[in-house]
């Protein structure tokens, strides 16, 4: 029962994260801002997204900003930090393993911070929107893939 759940959750986080991936690569710039597609009268209309969804989402977005500004702020530091200890001379292994253990911890936590605002965001979302947003989702791959090809065309002709 466990793994079916986690399999369950990997898809909805899957499903969600290439939600956004699609949606702020979108050429055409989805309204007010790419990271919040919910407000894009394309997707409101594809999803049939009410408002009253669309500001719960919403909500949700911005309960959550805070914290992923502060995440990345940390992350940098560190990774910057990181940075700086590999460019000395006599750093030891120890020291750069016990260092990337808390870069990698802070990688971590914002990744599943970020992956579990996009499941809450989903959740808003009735089983059919779902659907129509998976839907949404694979037309926007295959555009952009088909997009991205002919480009690659153009230039081995050139």
């Not at 407000?39 to 909500?59: F, G, K, N, W």
């Not at 992923?68 to 992350?75: I, L």
């Not at 599943?112 to 037309?139: C, G, I, P």
């Amino acid at each position: 029962m466990r793994q079916i759940v986690e399999i369950r959750m990997t898809s909805w986080a899957v499903a969600a994260c290439s939600l956004v991936l699609v949606l702020a690569q979108s050429p055409d710039g989805l309204a007010q801002s790419r990271s919040r597609w919910w407000q894009s009268e394309e997707v409101q209309q594809e999803l049939r997204l009410s408002p009253d969804a669309a500001s719960r989402i919403d909500e949700i977005y911005e309960a959550e900003m805070p914290i992923q500004r502060s995440g990345w702020r940390e992350f940098n530091r560190l990774e910057k930090a990181f940075d700086k200890l590999l460019e000395r001379e006599d750093v030891t292994e120890a020291e750069v393993s016990h260092e990337l253990e808390h870069l990698e911890a802070a990688r971590a936590e914002l990744r599943k911070s970020r992956t579990l605002m996009l499941f809450r965001m989903q959740r808003v979302l009735t089983a059919e929107q779902r659907l129509l947003l998976d839907a949404y989702n694979k037309r926007r791959r295959d555009e952009r893939r088909q997009r991205d090809s002919g480009a690659g065309d153009r230039r081995r002709r050139l």
